[in-house]
């Protein structure tokens, strides 16, 4: 499978670089020569940054991501379109919109306000609008579709995030890395493949390669989503029902232990009231005179 698809890249042309004017210097470990003005990518370095990102690409499908494919170019916009709608992932092919991830609740607030108008033109209430009124807001509908429609079913933010010509599509990752999202990225000989976790050298103008190795990868994340599906679902502990009666028991011994403690305290002497005094030293008053007189 390995030697097929090798072979395939080869004929697609994946192996053609930019001319040396135009590399990285932090591209010579994945380039193999030299030929005249061009340089020439390694095919091996190619397939094994295919399959790391294809094992990538599965685990964060099997755990409950998304994946969003991103391709603004000429070149890769129908490749990522056609990716995306046959893996049921996400895409961008128009254009990246700054803040598309680290200012998402914005961005979901847009998809709401498209869905809005979209109601409106349904149930005619474009059409009763002014002229001017409705042709701006079917431009309004028109630029957010064009620009969000592929990330419209994109509730939460994505796992993984490939990008075709890292070079072209560096907001894109700038934002995925300071959200600590994963990256994947096809790299050209003019790329740093410091911008992405996992380097995919390869032509990015062949339209040919870009489709045989988004492909790939959209098979990787058909392989993700079975195993999501076959994975078994975390057995939840039996909640723990304490009976009734222990307590019932506890509380009866507590009361016959402070009945019984109540019947062997001896009863405390009453002391005499206040009220009592004066009336005692009233008797003793009376009393005096009495055994004065002869």
């Known amino acids: 499978m390995t030697k ?17 004017s135009r590399w990285n210097p932090k591209m010579a470990p994945f380039i193999f020569a030299k030929r005249g003005n061009i340089h020439i990518i390694d095919v091996k370095k190619t397939l ?3 399959l790391i990102a294809r094992k990538l690409l599965a685990e964060v499908v099997s755990s409950g991501k998304d994946v969003v ?24 092919s128009e254009r990246w919109l700054g803040g598309m991830l680290t200012n998402f609740r914005t961005i979901r607030s847009r998809l709401q306000r498209l869905q809005q108008l979209e109601v409106m033109q349904e149930d005619g209430a474009l059409e009763s609008e002014s002229k001017k009124q409705a042709s701006r807001l079917k431009r309004e509908m028109r630029k957010i579709k064009s620009n969000l429609d592929g990330i ?3 509730s939460r933010l994505p ?4 990008v075709v010509d890292a070079k072209k599509e560096y907001l894109a990752l700038r ?3 300071k959200l600590e999202i994963s ?3 096809i790299l050209d000989t003019d790329s740093d493949p410091d911008t992405v976790d996992v380097a995919i050298p390869a032509n990015d103008d062949s339209i040919r390669a870009i489709d045989l190795i988004l492909n790939e990868l959209a098979d990787a994340v058909a392989i993700g989503k079975t195993m999501a599906s076959t994975r078994p679902e975390p057995t939840q502990r039996p909640r723990r029902i304490r009976s009734k009666r222990p307590g019932l028991a506890r509380a009866d011994k507590a009361e016959t232990e402070t009945v019984g403690a109540a019947e062997e305290t001896p009863p405390k002497e009453e002391t005499p009231t206040a009220t009592a005094e004066p ?8 009393r005096e005179p009495e055994q004065s007189t002869p």
Do not use: P, W
């Open 48 to 50: 094994k940054g295919l």
């Open 159 to 162: 796992g993984a995030v490939v």
């Open 4 to 20: 097929e698809l090798a072979r395939e890249l080869i004929n697609a042309g994946v192996h053609f670089g930019h001319s040396v």
């Open 69 to 92: 494919f991103v391709g603004t170019k000429r070149q890769a916009q129908k490749a990522v379109e056609s990716i995306a709608d046959k893996c049921g992932m996400h895409y961008v």
């Open 152 to 154: 419209r079913n994109m």
């Open 175 to 177: 934002e995925a890395r």
């Open 279 to 286: 009336a005692q030293k009233g008797e003793t008053e009376q």
């Open 183 to 185: 990256t994947v990225g």
